[in-house]
């Protein structure tokens, strides 16, 4: 389980294909703290690491993955969100995040407001709900949301934010990782099958 928040940005060091698997090397500054079959999330993804060499450590992802995800985009040199697993006396600092990425969205607009910036982001209407001042994970990043839409909803960025993690580097076009509230995801399995219940 993880929180959403960000604890380093990891280097995209060596990119190898597998049959339908895609292995990844990532340096960061916390790597000999890691251990293999440890979770961390990249970019809101929940991967499992492999192997741990002196300058880095390695994770895999299958096709689903890929598939469901950005990270088919990587590329050797890109800069890449990523956070531990929340300890069981830690606190929950964002919100409720599983690492299971439910669809990419497509960055829309990004407007820098004098201090901070407001990213409006698209996705496709069944994929999820949003409510104002809900939470959204996006690239791995636990954020508030501003403006709900069915197929949409904006967040803003704070300069801490913005300044420490790969937000700073989208633009509009990019996709990126959402994972929608759990609470939400739970809420609206429910109303569907007590709709289905009625019929």
Same mark, same amino acid.
Request: aromatic share 8%; charged share 20%; net charge negative.
């Given at each position: 389980?993880?929180?959403?928040? *960000?604890?380093?940005?990891?280097?995209?060091?060596?990119?190898?294909?597998?049959?339908?698997?895609?292995?990844?090397?990532?340096?960061?500054?916390?790597?000999?703290?890691?251990?293999?079959?440890?979770?961390?999330?990249?970019? $809101?993804?929940?991967?499992?690491?492999?192997?741990?060499? !002196?300058? &880095? +450590? %390695?994770?895999?992802?299958?096709?689903?993955?890929?598939?469901?995800?950005?990270?088919?985009? %990587?590329?050797?040199? !890109?800069?890449?969100?990523?956070?531990?697993?929340m300890p069981?006396?830690?606190?929950?600092? $964002?919100?409720?995040?599983?690492?299971?990425?439910?669809?990419?969205?497509?960055?829309?607009?990004i407007?820098?407001?004098?201090?901070? %910036?407001?990213?409006?982001?698209?996705?496709?209407?069944?994929? $999820?709900?949003?409510?104002?001042? &809900?939470?959204?994970?996006?690239?791995?990043?636990?954020?508030?949301?501003?403006?709900?839409?069915?197929?949409?909803?904006?967040?803003?960025? *704070?300069p +801490?934010? %913005?300044?420490?993690?790969?937000?700073?580097?989208? =633009?509009? &076009?990019? #996709?990126?990782?959402?994972?929608?509230?759990?609470? &939400?995801? +739970? #809420? =609206?399995?429910?109303?569907?099958?007590?709709?289905?219940?009625? =019929?």
């Amino acid at each position: 389980m993880f929180t959403g928040i *960000i604890e380093q940005q990891a280097k995209v060091e060596e990119i190898v294909k597998e049959q339908s698997n895609v292995h990844f090397h990532l340096s960061a500054p916390f790597t000999q703290e890691l251990k293999v079959d440890q979770s961390v999330a990249h970019n $809101g993804v929940c991967l499992t690491v492999t192997k741990i060499s !002196d300058n &880095g +450590y %390695w994770v895999t992802a299958i096709d689903e993955t890929l598939q469901r995800t950005n990270l088919s985009q %990587w590329k050797v040199g !890109d800069a890449i969100n990523v956070e531990r697993c929340m300890p069981a006396n830690g606190r929950f600092d $964002g919100h409720i995040v599983q690492g299971h990425v439910d669809c990419v969205g497509t960055v829309d607009e990004i407007h820098d407001l004098d201090g901070s %910036w407001m990213i409006f982001i698209a996705h496709d209407m069944d994929a $999820g709900i949003t409510v104002n001042k &809900g939470s959204i994970c996006v690239n791995g990043v636990s954020l508030t949301v501003v403006d709900s839409f069915p197929d949409a909803f904006s967040v803003a960025i *704070i300069p +801490y934010t %913005w300044e420490h993690t790969n937000l700073s580097a989208l =633009k509009p &076009g990019d #996709l990126v990782n959402l994972e929608f509230d759990i609470l &939400g995801k +739970y #809420l =609206k399995k429910f109303s569907v099958s007590l709709q289905i219940s009625k =019929k």
